[in-house]
């Protein structure tokens, strides 16, 4: 049987459309299908040699109304596909907009044995299929190449030439085709005319903690928390109005603040937050600085633990959830 690659659609502006093609700003994300995406990658044959693509479409959406049903309905695809034995990988195309959360949910979710054999490679777009210059099909024949590399693994996300981690990559431009940065880690590698090179090692297993199944939890039971930010002026306001929602759908478990610095979060709000705590919510706390982690931690800092190996909020929001679940 002939190896295969899968193309997972997830919708964002690699599937978008405008009315014009000069206009690569007022768009309608999640327009095309994946399949016809495909048939628009450049020299896509040549990449894949005697091996052939395959196509679902997943969901189509512009990825910052993504919801967590949805990380879950791609997971359970990402799955099927990379248990079957003639699949080389799995390629997703997503928006850009939430692209670092659903890499870093499925680098933590998906069974490590799985993505130590063979990678899942996200890739996006900043301009719309319907572009003079789209980006998108360059970033999918870039994308497929990773995803064939010999030796490839864990969960990759693949734009403007270079390959990022799931576990460091986030978007730091909202308009510039090279929108992703991995920070101090730098990208894993480059893709250059179609072949990959290899800056660091692949990425290995995820060192932040262990794969959690949430397939064994219902979505409405994921447990909610929420990402606040500290900041001149800060409150305690938000966190007491979080704690008062008695009867929300779902109860309040964690709350993750981005904290000024080194992690440091207002007094105000802090006063806030040990009251959380002191009715069982756990409080992260990461820096909002754009690089380096929370250095030390000083033992003043009594609301909160600090998240592991520097995440930004938005993935530690995830590990947090991750946690919380694993404990339910
Ligand atoms: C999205 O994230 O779905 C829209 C924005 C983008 O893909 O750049």
């Known amino acids: 049987m002939a190896e295969k690659l899968v193309f997972l659609g997830m919708g964002g502006t690699i599937a978008g459309t405008a009315s014009s093609a000069g206009d690569n700003v007022g768009y309608t994300a999640a327009q095309v299908g994946v399949q016809a995406l495909l048939a628009s990658v450049?020299?896509?044959?040549?990449i894949l040699g005697d091996r052939?693509?395959?196509?679902?479409?997943?969901?189509?959406?512009?990825?910052?109304?993504?919801?967590?049903?949805?990380?879950?309905?791609?997971?359970?695809?990402?799955?099927?596909?990379?248990?079957?034995?003639?699949?080389?990988?799995?390629?997703?195309?997503?928006?850009?907009?939430?692209?670092?959360?659903?890499?870093?949910?499925?680098?933590?979710?998906?069974?490590?044995?799985?993505?130590?054999r063979k990678p899942v490679v996200l890739t996006c777009a900043m301009r719309p299929a319907s572009s003079l210059t789209p980006d998108?099909?360059?970033?999918?024949?870039?994308?497929?190449?990773?995803?064939?590399?010999?030796?490839?693994?864990?969960?990759?996300?693949?734009?403007?030439?270079?390959?990022?981690?799931?576990?460091?990559?986030?978007?730091?431009?909202?308009?510039?085709?090279?929108?992703?940065?991995?920070?101090?880690?730098?990208?894993?590698?480059?893709?250059?005319?179609?072949?990959?090179?290899?800056?660091?090692?692949?990425?290995?297993?995820?060192?932040?903690?262990?794969?959690?199944?949430?397939?064994?939890?219902?979505?409405?039971?994921w447990p909610r928390v929420e990402l606040l930010f500290s900041?001149?002026?800060?409150?305690?306001?938000?966190?007491?109005?979080?704690?008062?929602q008695a009867g929300a759908e779902a109860p309040l478990r964690g709350i993750v603040v981005a904290g000024t610095g080194n992690g440091t979060i207002h007094k105000s709000m802090e006063a806030a937050l040990l009251e959380a705590q002191a009715l069982g919510v756990r409080v992260l706390r990461v820096s909002r600085c754009a690089y380096g982690q929370v250095v030390g931690g000083s033992p003043s800092h009594r609301s909160g633990a600090f998240a592991a190996a520097g995440l930004s909020g938005v993935k530690?929001?995830?590990?947090?959830?991750?946690?919380?679940?694993?404990q339910t």
């Not at 450049?42 to 040549?46: E, H, V």
């Not at 512009?62 to 080389?88: C, F, G, I, N, T």
């Not at 900041?231 to 008062?244: N, P």
């Not at 530690?316 to 694993?326: Q, T």
């Open 42 to 46: 450049p020299g896509l044959q040549a």
């Open 52 to 116: 052939e693509a395959a196509a679902e479409q997943v969901c189509q959406i512009d990825s910052k109304d993504l919801a967590h049903a949805d990380w879950q309905a791609l997971r359970s695809r990402v799955l099927h596909y990379l248990a079957m034995p003639e699949m080389a990988g799995v390629v997703v195309t997503h928006g850009t907009d939430t692209l670092e959360e659903t890499a870093y949910f499925l680098s933590r979710t998906v069974p490590a044995e799985l993505l130590a």
């Open 136 to 221: 998108g099909p360059g970033n999918m024949a870039d994308a497929a190449a990773v995803a064939l590399c010999s030796g490839a693994r864990g969960v990759l996300v693949v734009c403007a030439g270079k390959v990022h981690s799931a576990a460091h990559v986030q978007k730091v431009h909202p308009y510039r085709t090279d929108a992703f940065d991995s920070g101090e880690a730098g990208p894993v590698g480059l893709v250059e005319e179609g072949r990959v090179r290899l800056l660091s090692d692949w990425p290995g297993e995820d060192a932040s903690g262990h794969h959690f199944d949430l397939a064994a939890l219902p979505i409405q039971a």
């Open 231 to 244: 900041h001149a002026g800060a409150t305690g306001s938000v966190v007491r109005a979080l704690l008062a």
């Open 316 to 326: 530690a929001r995830i590990a947090l959830m991750l946690e919380i679940a694993a």
